[in-house]
Structures are given as C-alpha cells and as structure tokens.
C-alpha cells in the first residue's frame, strides 16, 4: 500500500499551482492531506475531485484555520471525522479511514509558534492524542497516523 502525506498550505492555491495532477501522477492509494484552509462543503466541488478517488474532509470552525482531508481509491469500512476534543474538533484536525485491517489517519498539529497560549495548544492537543492512542491499542488493530505541524515541519 503507498501513502503519502502533503501539508498544502491552502488546498486551492496548491491546487492552482498543479496540486492535483502531482498527486494523480504519485499513484498512491491513500494521500493525506494537511492544513487545507477549506471546508468540507468547499472540497465537494468537482475542481478537487481525482479520478479514481474517494475524497473525504475534516474542516474546521473557520475554514481558513486548519483542515485535513483524505483521498482514497478504496472505500473505507468508516470513517472518523474527529476525536471529541476541542483542541482537535474544533479545527479539524484529525480524520481517519478504516480499512479491513488497518486504520490510517491524518492528523494536523498546531506549530505553537505564536506564543505561550498557542504552544499550550500544541501541547494539550498532544496530550490528547496520547491518551487516545493508548486507549486504541486495545483494539488490536494498526494504525497509521500522518501528521504534520501547521506551518512548520514535518513529523512522522
């Protein structure tokens, strides 16, 4: 299975300058996409669609903050649109696709770069995740989380 993992930094201008053809041309069958700046209303039009594709989006309460999306050329068994804490659904920063036997996830965190309010932010939302993820390990299943500092770099 190839995955790949992309932090746009607005997904219509990335689109604009050939983000679309890019990701048709890398043939993975997932791609997770991070910091889309859009919402899930605005990713439905047809000028984000790839041909062979699912498309499914996490947007966040103002749309220019955040957002995760996720292309897939299977359909997942479910998927999960965030984690059911504020630090994360607030700005849609997790989405999840569940296949037979293995869950992959795109997961945005906040740079924490504006200060100490928004390094708390990070931290918190750090926190959060953990727990989450310790609860997960029950399900005897595999995960594969993506994610990416907004704006800073990438993590893995």
């Known amino acids: 299975m190839r995955i790949i993992s992309v932090n746009v930094n607005g997904i219509q201008a990335a689109v604009e300058r050939g983000l679309l053809s890019w990701l048709q041309a890398q043939n ?22 790839l041909d062979g594709y699912f498309l499914y989006a996490a947007d966040a309460e103002v749309p220019a903050q955040g957002g ?4 897939s050329r299977l359909q997942p068994k479910a998927i999960i649109n965030g984690l059911g804490f504020e630090t994360c659904d607030r700005f849609g920063r997790y989405l999840q696709a569940d296949f037979d ?4 996830a795109t997961l945005l965190f906040p740079s924490g770069r504006g200060g100490d309010e928004d ?29 990416l500092a907004l704006r800073g770099a990438a993590e893995a």
Do not use: G, H, P, W
């Open 101 to 104: 036997k293995v869950s992959i």
């Open 68 to 71: 995760v999306a996720l292309y």
């Open 119 to 147: 390094l708390n932010q990070k931290f918190k939302l750090m926190d959060d995740f953990a727990r989450y993820m310790d609860k997960q390990r029950r399900k005897r299943r595999e995960y594969i989380v993506l994610r």
């Open 28 to 49: 993975a069958d997932v791609i997770c996409l991070q910091d889309t700046r859009a919402s899930a209303f605005e990713l439905d039009d047809s000028a984000y669609q």
